[in-house]
């Protein structure tokens, strides 16, 4: 009993210091096409989404959904803006064992268009 006790500690010791971690970052300059158009910048919005999952080499199951699908629109809603510029992103994740944690980080300014009125004129 002594020594599964003790290989269990270093067993979680080594979990601990020799885990797996790798990231990758990139920008982007919108989310949507804004060919000049005026905007006012409301805010610079930082979100952080995370999921773990069970992986098995080549093999995975996510615990939850991967929020991936509607990112920009979260990010959005909070202060209902319109679009994101000067969009910067990294995701990392982390193994501890069979599981892994995956971070996706998005951070950018967040702007939105005043509301315009077209006039046509009569000829």
Not at 13 to 18: A, C, Q, R, T, V
Not at 100 to 123: H, N
């Amino acid at each position: 009993m002594k020594h599964f006790f003790t290989i269990t500690c270093i067993c979680f010791l080594f979990l601990g210091l020799f885990n797996c971690a790798s990231s990758s970052v990139g920008i982007a300059t919108s989310n949507k096409p804004i060919p000049n158009t005026p905007y006012e910048t409301v805010k610079t919005v930082e979100k952080t989404f995370t999921w773990y999952a069970l992986d098995f080499i080549i093999f995975g199951i996510p615990f939850s959904e991967p929020p991936v699908t509607d990112l920009y629109e979260k990010v959005m809603e909070e202060d209902s803006g319109d679009a994101l510029v000067n969009i910067r992103y990294w995701n990392d994740k982390s193994i501890f064992g069979p599981l892994t944690r995956y971070r996706f980080t998005i951070k950018g300014d967040l702007v939105r268009f005043p509301s315009q009125t077209t006039t046509k004129s009569k000829k």
